[in-house]
């Protein structure tokens, strides 16, 4: 079976992890093997470096230059044996949530992080080198005023989910701009819904793509 690698996105509130959880098990119900990953994280150093960039002050280059070596190491040990194996690897966030917050949210140098992408992405397969991306990213989109109203008491934040309305603001632009520039990866859901409207959007749009039956 292909291996398919499928990211979720979107800013602090917009509800993605029950529809992750919600896939995987459509996912096995069909026969598939499925790898539930997140980042930053996914491996043991990985988590380590998550839990510095989600509690520790810093500036946006070392944020961004943590990430991806998270990244890294979470590609060589995870996702790209799952892949090998025809893993159907469910991600909760990847590197358009590198470029919505250091890039949008904190106003890091994009050009740069495109640098370090490819970089830290480029992988040896039988045919050949190339840049990984996920074959479908699903991004919950979702205004930021009605994230913060969602995530208002509902647990202690950490370092981003602190941030003000304006810093989603430009994250959402952030991943808007990720959009323009990979229409053919991206699908735009409308998390301004209820639950159960938007599982529906979800199926639809993995299985319009004939990733699910
Ligand atoms: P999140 O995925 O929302 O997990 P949880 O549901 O446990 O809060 O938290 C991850 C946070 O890390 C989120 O605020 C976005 C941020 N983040 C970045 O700033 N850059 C990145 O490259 C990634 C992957 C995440």
Request: hydrophobic share 45%.
């Amino acid at each position: 079976m292909q291996g398919y690698f499928i990211s979720f996105e979107g800013i602090d509130g917009a509800g993605k992890s029950t529809h992750i959880d919600g896939l995987a098990k459509a996912f096995r119900d069909q026969g598939r093997v499925v790898t539930l990953t997140r980042e930053p994280g996914g491996t043991t150093l990985a988590e380590k470096l998550r839990a510095m960039v989600l509690n520790d002050p810093m500036d946006a280059m070392t944020e961004a230059l943590l990430v991806f070596a998270a990244r890294r190491d979470h590609l060589r040990q995870v996702i790209e044996p799952a892949l090998a194996k025809g893993h159907v690897v469910l991600c909760d966030r990847f590197t358009d949530a590198t470029f919505a917050y250091q890039g949008g949210g904190r106003g890091f140098d994009t050009g740069l992080l495109a640098v370090l992408e490819r970089m830290v992405q480029t992988v040896s397969l039988e045919d050949g080198e190339r840049v990984r991306q996920p074959d479908v990213t699903v991004w919950f989109d979702l205004p930021a005023e009605i994230a913060a109203q969602r995530l208002a008491g509902t647990r202690v934040p950490d370092k981003f989910e602190a941030q003000p309305v304006e810093f989603f603001r430009r994250v959402t632009d952030g991943y808007r701009q990720r959009m323009l520039e990979g229409p053919a990866r991206f699908a735009r859901i409308d998390a301004n819904q209820t639950r159960e409207a938007v599982w529906l959007d979800v199926l639809a749009v993995l299985q319009t793509r004939g990733l699910l039956a």
